[in-house]
C-alpha cells in the first residue's frame, strides 16, 4: 500500500499524505445502503431533529450540502435538519471555526460539525475530550474496507477513530479563463518561469494575471502553501512539519520570493476583495488565473462558468496538496440517533456520489462512480492514485491548528508588507512555539 519514497510512520507523524495506491485501492466492499437510524446509544434527546453545522455557504458548497441532506432525508424522512452553516470569512473557515469552538466550549455542541480530518480534529477536539469514537460504526458500515488505509489512519488517535471523511480536496490548482489566456497568446504555466512570462504578457494589455482575494486572512497564505509544494522536494515540503526540513532554508526564502513576485501581477485592491469573490474576476476576464483548491471547480460549475481549465500551481505537477473535510460525533448532543444515521450518509457511496460531483472535490471512498464527475474529477481521482500527496496546512492538515492560524495571520501581514526577511523570521519562530525546528 506504501509505495511512496517516505515511510509510514514519518508520514503519519506530521500529515495527511494519503499515500494510497491503484493496488491497495483494489480491495473494494459493498457497503450497505445509507441512513437509517442506529440502534446503538441514544442520548435521549428529540430524535427527530438533527443540527449540522458548516461553513459551506459559498455557491457549489451549498448544493453539495444539500445533496447530502436529499439523501439523508430519502432515508430519514421525519428528521428535521437545522442546517447551522455559517460564513467561513476567509477560506477555510476561520470565523465559522471560532463560532464552534465557542458553542463546544459552552456545552451547546451542534449535532456534527465539518472539520478537517487529521490534525485539526485530532489535536483541537479529540485531545480536548470533547468527540465521540466511532469504531463501531465504521465496522457495521464496512468502512475499513472502502475508505484508503491511511485516511483510516490519519483519522485514528490511541487506535480509535474519530471522524468520517466526506471527501478529498485538493489544494495546489491553478485555474484560468480559458479565452483569457488563448486571446493574449498564453498557454496555462507549468513552471514559475512560464507563470512570470505569461504574467508579463497579461500586465501589458491591462489583465491581471492572478486574482487574489485577502480581504480576511487566508487566501494568500493558501497560495504560499501551493508555492512551497512547488519550489520544495515532497520530502522538504512533508519535513517542514516535522522539524526535518529548516524554515530557515534558502528555498523558502525563494518561495517568499516567488510569493511577493507573484503579488505584483494580482488584482491590486486584493486587500480588500473577498476569497470567494477572485472567482468573479476570472469569469468577468478582468484577471486570468486564480489559486485555489478544487471547490473552484464546484463554484465555477455553481455559477454556470464552463470556459474554465485547470493545471498543477507552478511547478508543482505530479503533487497532489491533500485535505479532507469530515464530520464527527461530539459529546453531549441531543440528537444521537439522527446523528449517527447522518455519519452513516456522509461515509456512503450515494452520499459522497450526491455530494461530490457539486463540491467539486473527490469521494475519499474508493468505490466511487465515476460516471457521476467530471472531466477535472475523473483527472483528480487518477492523479490522486499516482502523485506524491502533499498534505494542506491552510485547511488542517499537516499542522495543529494554532500553527496553522499563525501562519495565515503571517502571510496576511506579509500581503501587505512584503518583508520577506522578517516574514521567514516570523516563520521559523512560529515552528519553534509549535515544537517543531
Ligand atoms: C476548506 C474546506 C473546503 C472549502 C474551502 C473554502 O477548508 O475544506 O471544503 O470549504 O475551505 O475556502
Redo the contacts with the bound molecule.
Sequence with gaps: MFNRRYGRREFLRGSLALGTTAAGMAALAACGAPGGTSGSGSSGGGGNRLEIFS??T?PG?VEALDALYKVYKASNAKVEIINAAIS?GA???GNAKAALKTRLLGNDPPDSFQV?LGRELIDTHVVANRMEPLDDIFKSEGWDKVFPKQLIDIASKDGKLWSVPVNI?RSNVLWFNKKVLADNGVNPPNTFDEFFAAADKLKAKGVAALAVGEAAPGHVSHIFETVLMGVLSPDEYRGLWTGKFAWADQKVTASLNNLKRMLDYANTDYPSVA?GDTLDLVIKGTAAMVIN?D?NNGGFKSKKFADYGYVPTPGSKGRYGV?S?SFGLPKGIKDKDATLAWLKVCGSKAGQDAFNPL?GSIPARNDADKSVYDTYQQAAIADFQKDELLPSVN??AAAKESWMTDMVNTMNTFSGKKDVAATQAELVKIAKDAGVG
Aim: aromatic share 16%; charged share 15%; net charge negative.
Design positions: 461553513w459551506w459559498s458548497e467561513g477560506g477555510a473557515g478537517h480536496h476569497s483548491g471547490w485535505l473535510d463540491k485547511h488542517g
